[in-house]
């Protein structure tokens, strides 16, 4: 945890973009992700794309 | 009523802005009824109970954006429609700039940014445990504001982040600073050496609002999540925290503040506080130890006057000057029909803490539940946001609220609090001044007493929600523990008989 004393903060922000604008808004450097639900939202699809990442490890 | 609907395929929208939406189309005259959701099975149940959509009818996708607008005629609903559409096309114009190129996952936001050191996720919750996961994997600190995480993906996840060393904040954490940075909910306030520990948001808010005001600054604010003392969690958190303050050279003092630790945990916070080697102040709200802050109030006031090297006394609320003659002087000008209070809170530890003082004076409180004579109903809970904006973010569904409380023959006070600061509504005092003076114009109702979070720095004026609440003839205190208690006074006047 002390990388964040020595490194200034850097944020990536996945979901709310309200949260990305307020911290520009401190002129924190922030990266906002255009995030959507993985695998068109179709659960028995996530399912199937997690346990092929869990293979990947 | 004319109705008219359009799905736009493919078009991901955050909720925040849907809401943002549906209110800005909501407000066009002759439109009555808006919606502007994503197309999930839960949405569709929403739509369905607002006469929107059709029984029987199949919903769109989870990443199809549904817009539906009942209005007085077909035409401003197809109208309103359009607009809907231009809104999105050009804040998503907007949003993607030639210089400002928005990646579709983690791994893109950190080849183009390999120096982030923290995520923010906000997703939902269902998604929100994986998308942690991977970015504590890539050596990120985590800010989790969603909520329904199952806690053995919490337990999981924070077991990984104290493995490399990183912090997890949440899940269902609303506000955290970090190195003078305020995340999610949260008032402008100066850094300092007040490093803090707080389950999860208008706590923590509320604390270091009234420490810029006593001049003391933050230098962290760690949001742990409301379940981190819980037997499951253990603490796993609350502990790293510790020990990231013990070892940070700008915290002079610390402040945790929590509800009661579980009896099975409490043993190891406990022996952490004892071994740990700054001053600090411990508020367990509703815990009965009196080495420990009772209110918030006292635990911000208690963490003043230690720096400056003196011990905090704190006074009794009851005794203070003219408050007996003022409560009795709003008790002839106000005949209110009841003696019961309702508290209609924007903020779950605001709360809380009203609930315990109201106990504490007044007997049995009720919680999120629609009978009782004197009720706490916690807005921000999941129960009273489906498919509705959070009350900090949207002040009208509160608004609405107030209006139907003041009808009610068995209150004496209507209780709440108002959150300044960023990502908070701009003027929320605005539409529940409305209501109440609308209220009180029709004649007897109860009275109204609350409470103002903020800073001057925060971008709302303080001063002037404050004054846009009096003048509505809202009685505003000091602090959420001083709203709790003018209340107690105002339906129970022996509690200043006996003082």
């Given at each position: 945890m002390k990388d964040l004393r020595r490194k200034p903060l850097r944020v990536v922000n996945l979901g709310l973009e309200i949260f990305a604008d307020e911290l520009k808004t401190q002129n924190v450097p922030v990266t906002h992700v255009r995030w959507r639900p993985p695998a068109g939202g179709k659960p028995h699809l996530l399912e199937i794309l997690e346990k092929l990442e869990e293979l990947d490890r | 009523m004319p109705l008219a609907r359009a799905v736009l395929p493919s078009f991901y929208q955050d909720s925040v802005k849907l809401m943002r939406l549906a209110r800005e189309i909501g407000e066009?005259?002759?439109?009555s009824e808006v919606a502007a959701l994503m197309g999930t099975p839960a949405n569709h149940e929403i739509m369905l109970q607002a006469g929107l959509a059709e029984d029987g009818e199949a919903y769109a996708g989870s990443n199809d954006l549904v817009l539906a607008v009942e209005a007085d005629t077909q035409e401003l609903a197809y109208e309103a429609i359009e607009e809907a559409k231009a809104f999105l096309t050009q804040t998503r114009v907007a949003g993607v700039g030639a210089s400002d190129f928005l990646p579709s996952g983690l791994a893109g936001a950190l080849a183009g940014a390999?120096?982030?050191?923290l995520a923010m996720i906000s997703v939902p919750g269902a998604y929100a445990a994986k998308e942690a996961m991977d970015a504590l994997r890539s050596g990120l600190h985590v800010f989790l504001?969603?909520?329904?995480?199952a806690v053995d993906d919490e337990v999981a996840l924070k077991r990984e982040a104290i493995e490399r060393d990183l912090l997890l904040m949440g899940?269902?954490?609303?506000t955290a600073y970090i190195a003078g940075a305020g995340l999610g909910f949260t008032n402008a306030v100066k850094p300092g050496r007040v490093g803090c520990i707080a389950a999860s948001g208008t706590g923590l808010q509320a604390v270091v609002s009234q420490l810029d005001a006593l001049g003391e600054g933050i230098s962290h604010g760690i949001g742990v999540g409301g379940?981190?003392?819980?037997a499951e969690v253990g603490g796993l958190m609350t502990l790293h925290a510790l020990d990231f303050l013990s070892s940070d050279?700008?915290?002079?003092i610390v402040l945790l503040i929590s509800k009661p630790p579980d009896a099975e945990v409490l043993p190891g916070i406990e022996e952490a506080l004892e071994n740990f080697d700054k001053p600090h102040v411990v508020c367990f709200l509703g815990a009965e130890n009196?080495?420990?802050?009772?209110?918030l109030e006292d635990a911000g006031h208690a963490v003043a006057t230690v720096l400056k090297g003196e011990s905090y006394e704190p006074e009794n609320f009851f005794a203070q000057a003219g408050l007996k003659e003022r409560v009795a002087s709003l008790r002839m000008e106000e005949e209110t029909a009841g003696e019961g209070i309702l508290g209609l809170f924007s903020g779950g530890t605001l709360a809380h803490e009203s609930r315990l003082i109201l106990e504490g004076l007044l007997g049995e409180v009720s919680w999120?539940?629609?009978?009782?004579?004197h009720r706490i109903l916690d807005l921000g809970d999941d129960r009273y946001t489906v498919g509705k904006p959070h009350p900090m973010i949207d002040p009208e569904s509160r608004a609405e609220m107030l209006s139907q409380a003041a009808m009610?023959?068995?209150?004496g006070v209507v209780l709440f609090d108002l959150m300044l600061g960023r990502?908070?509504?701009?003027?929320?005092a605005g539409p529940l001044a409305r209501a109440i003076k609308e209220a009180r114009g029709k004649g007897r109702s109860p009275h109204f007493v609350a409470s103002v979070v903020g800073t001057?720095?925060?971008?709302?004026d303080v001063d002037e929600q404050v004054r846009i609440l009096e003048d509505a003839g809202v009685v505003v205190l000091p602090s959420n523990t001083q709203a709790a208690r003018f209340a107690a006074a105002l339906v129970k006047p022996e509690l200043l008989e006996d003082v």
């Open positions: - | 066009k005259k002759g439109v390999p120096e982030s050191n504001f969603s909520d329904n995480v899940p269902d954490c609303g379940r981190d003392l819980s050279p700008e915290t002079e009196p080495d420990w802050a009772e209110t999120n539940e629609a009978a009782g004579r009610d023959e068995n209150l990502a908070s509504a701009q003027d929320p001057a720095d925060d971008p709302q």
